[in-house]
């Protein structure tokens, strides 16, 4: 099989298959070249995607064999060495394939990347979630870090992003989350989170709920990260009409300064 360089955005989405994170998660935003390999005895791409913290990385799709082949080739090695990447995804059953050729050590994780075309049903407790300005920052922010330290959630930490939250009666946060668009303006849901004293009551799903329905009105889709070891949420986000895209493994380079 040919390494193919691809420079237009028609190429990558034809070489991916139409794929769905080409579409609606990089989209026409993505850095080119981009490279792919396409025959009888595989298929694949690479391309540059950045974190959802906005961090340049790359990312893969495809079979086993089209990535022994793709990443075998010294060229796409080269363009991910030097295009200045610091992450690099690939389908998580074949992380190890891409291993055999590059060395990415093993910082980073398991998570899976769900979308949605579809408005959810109205839910209960839909009528308590409000809007949150940026002045509730660093409230915000302080709730992420008691209730879910784990999150990727940034909130006003970038333009264009919108935070909601439900209260209680004495003005306290029980529950946040928020939407940022990803390169190709979808907009990609972070920072769900509940307090613990009131959890199993809905608020989550509340909350996920109304974000995603904003999002399919104005972009016609809605997408979200979540961690592969939360099957809880991943059995909500389902149950509101989100399916599974992508299940990635993530691995971060080391830091310039060798961290």
Known sequence: MTVLRLDRYEELLDASGDHVVVRLDVGRGVRLPAF??????????????????????????????????????PVVRDWFRHSGARHLSAPRQHQHVVARHLELGDRGGDWDWL?????????????????????????????????????????FARPGQEWVAVRDGAGALLAVGGAEPSEAGTPTLAGIAVARRARRAGLGAAVTATLTRRAVAARGACALGVFADNPAA???????????????????LPDPDGT
């Open 115 to 155: 979308v949605t075309t579809s408005a959810p049903p109205v839910l209960p407790g839909e009528d308590r979630v409000v809007g949150l300005t940026p002045d509730a920052r660093e409230e915000a922010e302080a709730f992420l870090v008691a209730e879910s330290p784990r999150t990727h959630g940034q909130p």
């Open 36 to 73: 792919a390999v396409s025959g009888p005895a595989g298929r694949a791409v690479v391309f540059a995607r950045r974190s959802d913290h906005g961090v340049p990385g790359a990312a893969a799709l495809g079979d086993a064999a089209g990535l022994d082949t793709l990443f075998g080739e």
């Open 234 to 252: 991943i059995g909500m986000y389902h149950r509101l009409g989100f399916t599974t895209g992508m299940r990635w493994r993530s691995r971060w």
